[in-house]
């Protein structure tokens, strides 16, 4: 295990300390997969050339070429990704000024999914959410040198830690119709609910 990945329980511990939650026992995971989130809350999907580029251009593994979606990642993985992000978040124009351009983000949303206006309104709603004074703590947080070192790319850690964020907030407020009610994603998301200092809690 890279030290990357064995830092990022430490990283989340610290992200989701603005969720409030009580803390409990968290210890039973071996039925938790956090990478099957994705299947559980029902999203625009497909490919998605700006992910795709990034991803190729700072070796970030996507789920595959038909699960392109911000959405089809894990919180812990998009955390761990801070250029793979900053790229994203640059090619969309989502930052100014190091800060989160809700105008841009309404407007890409808008012209991307206006056949999904549900879908839209959510997003939006995560990503008002996500940035705020938590969010840029974290980022402060996470500019520390000894995550600098952690891996040969290491990059400006907002739009990771805004990325993270959104998925979570757009997970946790799934609506109904789109919630796919099967057992392991019931089983996710009170999990992911309860044990908020875990690396899966998304």
């Known amino acids: 295990m890279n030290i990357m990945i064995s830092a990022i329980p430490i990283i989340f511990g610290y992200l989701v300390w603005f969720a409030g939650a009580i803390q409990i026992d968290c210890d039973k995971t071996d039925q938790i997969h956090e990478d099957q989130i994705h299947h559980c809350c029902k999203h625009p999907d497909g490919h998605n050339q700006i992910m795709a580029d990034c991803a190729k251009e700072h070796g970030f593994k996507l789920p595959n070429s038909n699960e392109q979606s911000m959405m089809d990642l894990t919180a812990g993985h998009a955390i761990a990704g801070t250029c793979f992000a900053k790229c994203v978040f640059d090619k969309l124009n989502f930052m100014k000024d190091d800060n989160l351009d809700m105008e841009a983000v309404k407007k890409s949303l808008l012209e991307k999914h206006s056949d ?87």
């Open 116 to 202: 999904d206006p549900e879908y839209v309104n959510e997003m939006i709603r995560a990503f008002n959410h996500c940035h705020g004074k938590a969010e840029e703590n974290a980022a402060k947080f996470m500019s520390n040198s000894i995550f600098k070192h952690m891996t040969k790319k290491f990059c400006e850690p907002k739009s990771a830690v805004i990325m993270a964020c959104v998925i979570r907030e757009f997970f946790h407020n799934c609506p109904s119709f789109r919630w796919a009610k099967t057992e392991e994603c019931e089983n996710l998301l009170q999990f992911s609910r309860k044990c908020t200092d875990s690396i899966a809690t998304l």
